[in-house]
Nanobody, 121 residues
Framework: QVQLVESGGGLVQPGGSLRLSCAASGSIVKIYVMGWYRQAPGKQRELVATITSDDMTNYADSVKGRFTISRDNAKRTVSLQMNSLKPEDTAVYYC???????????????WGQGTQVTVSS
């Protein structure tokens, strides 16, 4: 009942920047947490950054100081500003939302389809 659509992925040189965005839609009652995860070929999906409704953030150690997550609760969007990109950042980036889609139901995690980020010369 919650759809997440990512945008902003692409090819960038090492040291460059990209900004990912994710828009949530559907029968959403409340979104509590939004964030970004990534998965490289042959590796497990890992947390990149999350942000709560009251703007408390959490970052993976590998991206601290380089990535910044933000959200607009009114627009139901979350963004990830990625600076000083490294080849190790290459992965499919997935938007995540922990939300209540129906009044009275439990919180549930939703995932976007993912957007490719490639950092290469």
């Amino acid at each position: 009942q919650v759809q997440l659509v990512e945008s902003g992925g692409g090819l960038v040189q090492p040291g460059g920047s990209l900004r990912l965005s994710c828009a949530a839609s559907g029968s959403i009652v409340k979104i509590y947490v939004m964030g970004w995860y990534r998965q490289a070929p042959g590796k497990q999906r890992e947390l990149v950054a999350t942000i709560t409704s009251d703007d408390m953030t959490n970052y993976a150690d590998s991206v601290k100081g380089r990535f910044t997550i933000s959200r607009d609760n009114a627009k139901r969007t979350v963004s990830l500003q990625m600076n000083s990109l490294k080849p190790e950042d290459t992965a499919v980036y997935y938007c995540y939302a922990q939300a209540i889609a129906t009044m009275g139901s439990p919180r549930y995690g939703y995932w976007g389809q993912g957007t490719q980020v490639t950092v290469s010369s």
